[in-house]
């Protein structure tokens, strides 16, 4: 906005100053002046300044004419004056009908003051018949474009109103190796791997337990030539274990499934040996190699326990020994589900057939399966102890005399 355009008010009982039309220097001490010499001369200018009070309800008097400028030099100073106030008022309504078209914008919020710019539409240009038909011609246009965008713009948004597939849409089952009597869990870490993560990602499944020694045709044809676990995946056959376990964290991904990734590199690494270490000890028949088996056994389990013990890198705060729960902090990942499985075949298998336990003094061990046997993801996936044994009556040898 112009400076020199503004409304200036030095002092109310002295000087008023519209810059807008002439410069009026009127003071109250001021003589008497004829009415000859003070005829009014006004513009208007039709030009909106400031901000503008929300208009009257009543309607509003016509604009002043050309014609009016000449009007008789006989008014007195008072008619001189209400002039020039009627005049001021007059201005206000321009800057009022100025404001409004100012205040014309093509977009959803003007919706809601619809009625309030309704109000002062009416006002813009009134007296004048050509600028009522533009308003309602621009009022009709806007509020045609506004509905048009509002309605564009729903239909922009209803891919994303969508209703997103829920977790029981996904056709997910798991195949895992049956107990002896053909339908229980039967022993397999690699099964119940699979199915701790199933679990832990909360999406709904379906586990279909297979008995090797009637395997049905339907199976057969399913995966010819794989043995259980596999998993069928919206109707995708995956039959290799680590594979799978990268295909479901990947389509079972955040935020609508948990990230089960290991944070520490060193977490999936850890406790890798003890499998094979433990398999050789069950499997020796020279009671001469017994001892050294059973203390490489004790020393993978060492490396385990020392890991869970020290500290993790996002364990700043605290001072010495860790206290977390799992491998890689207190909650399951892909590398529990890989580990806690062959562990506990080793805590079962090693008490039965070699009067094993692991050492008291691996605290960490022990903590690490303690907090596991808390979990139903783990409790609930795993296969009763006796068909661990069961599993393995043939396979750990009765040591020689």
Request: aromatic residues 8%; proline residues 6%.
């Amino acid at each position: 906005m112009d400076s020199t355009e503004e409304n200036v008010y030095e002092n109310p009982e002295s000087t008023y100053e519209n810059q807008t039309s002439n410069e009026y220097d009127m003071t109250y001490e001021a003589p008497y002046v004829k009415p000859s010499d003070m005829t009014a001369e006004y513009e208007n200018t039709g030009r909106a300044i400031g901000k503008i009070p929300p208009p009257p309800s009543l309607p509003l008097p016509s604009l002043p004419t050309k014609e009016r400028r000449g009007s008789s030099s006989s008014s007195s100073s008072s008619s001189s004056s209400s002039s020039s106030s009627s005049h001021a008022e007059d201005e206000e309504k321009g800057e009022m009908e100025g404001w409004s078209g100012k205040e014309e914008k093509v977009d959803e919020e003007e919706e809601k003051i619809e009625v309030e710019e309704s109000s002062k539409e009416l006002n813009w240009g009134r007296g004048s018949p050509e600028k009522e038909e533009e308003v309602d011609r621009r009022s009709s246009s806007r509020r045609s474009s506004s509905s048009s965008s509002s309605s564009s713009a729903s239909e922009k948004e209803e891919p994303e109103k969508e209703p997103v597939p829920q977790k029981d849409d996904l056709q997910v089952i798991l195949y895992v190796k049956a107990g002896s009597d053909g339908e229980s869990i039967g022993n397999c870490p690699f099964s119940q791997r699979l199915f701790m993560i199933l679990w832990l990602k909360g999406v709904v499944f379906n586990v279909t337990t297979v008995d090797l020694k009637r395997k049905p045709a339907d199976l057969h044809n399913l995966a010819p030539g794989t043995h259980p676990p596999f998993l069928t995946f919206q109707g995708e056959v995956l039959t290799d274990v680590n594979k799978v376990e990268e295909y479901l964290e990947e389509k079972l991904a955040p935020p609508k499934y948990p990230k089960l990734a290991a944070k520490n590199r060193e977490s999936n690494t850890a406790g890798n040996d003890i499998f094979a270490k433990f398999s050789a000890y069950v499997k020796n028949t020279r009671p001469d190699k017994n001892r050294a088996l059973e203390q490489s056994l004790n020393k993978a389990l060492a490396k385990l326990d020392e890991y869970l013990m020290s500290l993790l890198p996002d364990e700043v705060g605290c001072h010495g020994e860790s206290n977390r729960k799992y491998l890689d902090g207190d909650e399951l990942t892909l590398a529990d589900c890989n580990l806690l499985p062959k562990l506990h075949v080793v805590k079962v298998v090693t008490k039965k057939y070699r009067n094993y336990d692991i050492p008291s003094e691996f605290r960490g061990v022990w903590r690490y399966l303690d907090n596991a046997y808390n979990r139903d993801e783990f409790t609930n996936t795993c296969a009763a102890d006796v068909e661990i044994e069961r599993a393995y009556q043939d396979v750990a040898k009765r040591l020689g005399k």
